[in-house]
């Protein structure tokens, strides 16, 4: 039982790449979530999904997509990548009303 | 929508000393009330969870938190303290409201630094 499995661990990209940071689960929660962690910030909410086919923005959803096309999948998109989108993501999932389970998170630096 | 304040963004104690997190959260309806820990480096591990019952509820590793729905608070405490514990902590609420998206909202953390 893996859990949640955040892909890759670690990146560097320049201004204005773009690239997908990719979240798996194998325990069929129907709630997945997708935060950013600075410090002093806590987590904030990028989106989230509470099933196949269905997404919704979070609290600071603007330069990121995501579409939800399996029960297991989440990818993240970074579509034209900046400096302030520095930061550490991490994945969640979960069902309805119980605790998140979280990945080791993603770190990224935008150069 | 809820809030969560997490009232100290840093509280330094001795080893073997009690600590008290504090968590204060903002909702108009009934809640889920969470604690996770953070170690360097690490994603987030679930420490206890308030859903219904028994207002007091205990983690495996000592900590408790109380439920106190007229102060609006959800703090975490530990009579005695372990270098180990020497964590990030985060309070999180959902709202258990009916065509709510049941995500929750997370305080902005406090680190726990345990000296020697």
């Known amino acids: 039982n893996a859990g949640v499995t955040q892909t890759p661990k670690f990146q560097v990209l320049k201004t204005g790449q773009s690239m997908t940071l990719q979240c798996a689960q194998d325990?069929?929660?129907?709630?997945m979530s997708w935060y950013r962690q600075d410090p002093g910030m806590g987590l904030r909410l990028i989106h989230y999904?509470?099933?196949?086919?269905?997404?919704d923005q979070g609290e600071v959803p603007n330069g990121y997509n995501v579409s939800r096309s399996t029960t297991e999948d989440f990818p993240l998109r970074l579509l034209s990548a900046a400096p302030s989108q520095t930061s550490v993501y991490f994945c969640?999932?979960?069902?309805?009303?119980?605790?998140?389970?979280f990945g080791d998170g993603t770190r990224l630096s935008i150069l | 929508a809820q809030s969560v304040t997490q009232l100290d963004s840093q509280v330094p104690v001795f080893e073997e000393a009690p600590v008290e997190l504090r968590c204060n959260y903002s909702?108009?309806?009934?809640?889920?009330l969470f604690w996770y820990v953070q170690y360097p480096n690490q994603g987030l591990q679930l420490l206890l969870k308030?859903?219904?019952?028994?207002?007091l509820v205990e983690s495996i590793n000592g900590f408790e938190a109380e439920f106190n729905k007229s102060q609006t608070s959800f703090h975490l405490r530990k009579p005695s303290v372990h270098i180990s514990d020497t964590a990030e902590y985060f309070c999180a609420v959902s709202e258990r409201a009916s065509g709510g998206s049941y995500i929750p909202t997370f305080g902005r953390g406090t680190s726990l630094i345990v000296h020697p």
């Open positions: 909702s108009s309806v009934s809640v889920y």
């Open positions: 308030y859903l219904s019952g028994s207002t």
């Open positions: 325990m069929n929660h129907e709630y």
């Open positions: 999904s509470v099933g196949a086919g269905i997404t």
């Open positions: 969640a999932s979960s069902r309805r009303g119980q605790p998140q389970h």
